[in-house]
């Protein structure tokens, strides 16, 4: 293959799945390709020599009006395999259309196409790693091509063919180390579409990326530094805010009385706490933005939610505020370490192939993504990628690259947005950093969820009979793949892990039920690790929570009040003792949030 050939987008609407199950194409379209370049289209109704189910016809637009006279597959069948001679074949899913055009040759009495093919999904997938989906509607939308007409085989040929010259422009963008990876990697990619990535020549710079190991990654934003803004006075009237702000900020009395209520509520007060209940769509975000920014002793200004979303709206308001105030105003988001990917953990997953398709051609996406993203967020590539355990294995820590680059920001912004659990975890060490004890200002959205998560974040469950059980079902059990030492481990600490069950429940004294806590799912976790080797599925399902419950068990040692809760309950006939260990939530929120603002 070379960029010289001609490549041909085909498209089939068809009567059903395969041709073996008595489907028919009913249109096919055609758009050429050379030189980088649409040259020439072919689109021709096909008569099916049958009737088209009213579903077909609902998605397609295409009636049995339509294709009565139109010509039959073997009438154009012979102008089809003269157009198609010695091209490439393009298709969106092309293990579809391309064994489907096949099919009806080989149904009809012609040779069957040879022809090298390349599927845009995949490639898509690949060079767009975040895109919001990939059917052809979801990226010709992302990519602001027009794609009029969807479901007809002419206007959905057309749209592929431009969605695949700017995924090429796209691989051009790649830095060579990037390219190279996808050109001679093991990939599970469909037909010819790697040899295509191979005739693509990068004209990026390598110094335009940061090269870690073997992946490049994007370099990071400048951090700004903090600068007093000179800002003006605080417009207190609908239209003292519309000269402020134009016809960006629109009249709205009832959040302007919002603005005015927190603004009056910041200026008078020097503790305190404001609850606001608030009535649907009067723009409260903008409602407590605009009167914190127009107050310099509210800064840094925290935002707690738990919806991304509203993260991202809060960013882009603030952003508009400071432009329009011409003030330097800088938010960041920070997530808990976890949340970002761990660039050194990749570069060895990638040195070896993996077992399964999906996370092989996942580690092809996220080579791409290194070298577009600014976060290293994992749930920004998540779309095809739910339930793959490679997006658990690479889950960051405190040194990575992207949650180091994340905290730099927020060190340095006048606004700080997370989410409840990050809050929880960062916020004294956020403190610490600007060499505070406390935040000017906190704004928490939906407070009944802060409470909840409040509460299990100083809470930890412990059924108590299931471990036990779990633990005596694995001292009898040999498992498979062990050896003879890995064996004898696993019964030592097993029962050493049954004695620590049983001294749990003798004692009376909370610091000590947590220290044997702490020590008992320790030992869990290295038999965890020990059972991993040997045959799948040994390990007890209900042990998949104990982990959080370890990091539950080790936060409530720090705690100088923890309370111990039994509830007893029935299972298959047994009794079930599960011990909760909490600190209660008015203790928490006292201690731990307001006792920082």
Known sequence: MNANKTFVVVDLETTGQSVARGGRIIQIGMTFIKNRRIVDHFESFVNPGQSIDRNIQQLTHISEKDV???????EIAPVLR???????????????????????????????????????VQLAQILLPTAPGYRLLDLTTFLNITLNNAHRANADAQATALLFLKLWQKAEQLPVIVLQQLQFGQWPLLRQTQDFLRVVKSKRQQTDFDIVAQVAVTKPEPVPPMAPATLPAYPRSSQEKQRQFGQWLTQNEAQNDLMNRVYAFLTKKADGVLTVLTAPKIGKTLGYLVPLIFDPQARPIVLLTNDDSLQQQQQALVEKIAKLLDVHFTAAILHDPSAYIDVERFNQLLKTADDTSPAQFFKARILVWLTQTQTGLLNEIQVGATNLPILDALRGNEQGIFYQRAQRLVNRAEVLTMNFETYFNQAQSLLAARERTKWPVVVMETPSAFVDELSAHYRAQLNLTDIKNSLKGLMHQEVAGLTHKQRLFVKQRGAEALKLVKQILQTDKVTTQLKRAERLLMIIMRLMTILDIGEHGVVPASWATLPHELTNIKRLQQEPLVTVQDQEHDENGQTQLTRTFFVPVATTYQTHFLAHI
């Not at 009565?68 to 073997?74: C, G, I, S, V």
């Not at 099919?103 to 009495?109: K, N, Q, S, V």
């Open 68 to 74: 009565r006279d139109a010509p039959y597959f073997e």
């Open 82 to 120: 003269n157009m198609l001679q010695d091209t490439v074949l393009i298709a969106h899913n092309i293990n579809f259309d391309y064994p489907y055009l096949n099919d009806e040759l080989a149904r009809t009495g012609f040779p069957v196409l040879t022809n090298p093919a390349i599927d845009t």
